[in-house]
């Protein structure tokens, strides 16, 4: 069956929000120690256009992550597959997340992370679907929420396909 691409928010529309969004962590991180957290593999683009939006000093730490279970969602139990490089005591923690859908994965990484004494923790997403919300997570800065559709581009994938794609679309069947 063929498959026809609908854009949902344009670039133009994610370029907007990423600005403002810089502009409110870096006033509020201004005399921090901020650490991005860029959870893969989702968050990459994400978090390249937010990380150039910010002006305060950062520093840039990869978390790769698998999630087991229910096919299309995550089950909640994340592997870790790829670690933070260094230690985060005392340091200033936002992850980025590209979505946040049952809550499931955020709500482990807080966990997970809350171990490792970070001065604080915080979470910045570019978009929450709460129609499929399973466990209530702070989200302290967040792009757009979005209705219950499966949405592709800007990092986001169909079975590894469509990350590329600069704007957030869906797929539909023709
Ligand atoms: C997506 C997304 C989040 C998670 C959110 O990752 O990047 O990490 O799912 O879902 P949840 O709120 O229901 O836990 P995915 O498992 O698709 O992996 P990917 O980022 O490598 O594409």
Not at 16 to 40: D, F, H, M, P, Q
Not at 105 to 123: C, E, G, M, Q, Y
Request: net charge negative; glycine share 6%.
């Amino acid at each position: 069956m063929a498959q026809r691409i609908v854009t949902m928010i344009s670039e133009d529309e994610i370029r907007k929000r990423v600005t403002a969004l810089g502009a409110e962590i870096s006033k509020e991180y201004a005399s921090k120690n901020l650490v991005l957290v860029c959870v893969l593999k989702g968050s990459f683009v994400f978090t390249a256009d937010l990380a150039r939006a910010i002006e305060t000093p950062m520093r840039i730490e990869f978390l790769g992550v698998r999630s087991y279970g229910e096919g299309t969602s995550t089950s909640g139990v994340v592997q870790i597959t790829q670690d933070l490089s260094r230690p985060i005591e005392g340091e200033d923690i936002l992850i980025v997340e590209d979505i946040v859908d049952t809550g499931l994965t955020i709500a482990h990484l807080l966990d997970l992370f809350r171990t490792r004494r970070p001065n604080s923790i915080k979470v910045c997403a570019l978009l929450h679907k709460p129609a499929r919300s399973r466990i209530q997570v702070p989200i302290d800065y967040l792009g757009f929420t979005i209705e219950e559709r499966f949405v592709v581009g800007y990092g986001l994938d169909w079975g590894e396909k469509y990350r590329n794609l600069p704007s957030i679309s869906v797929v539909e069947s023709e």
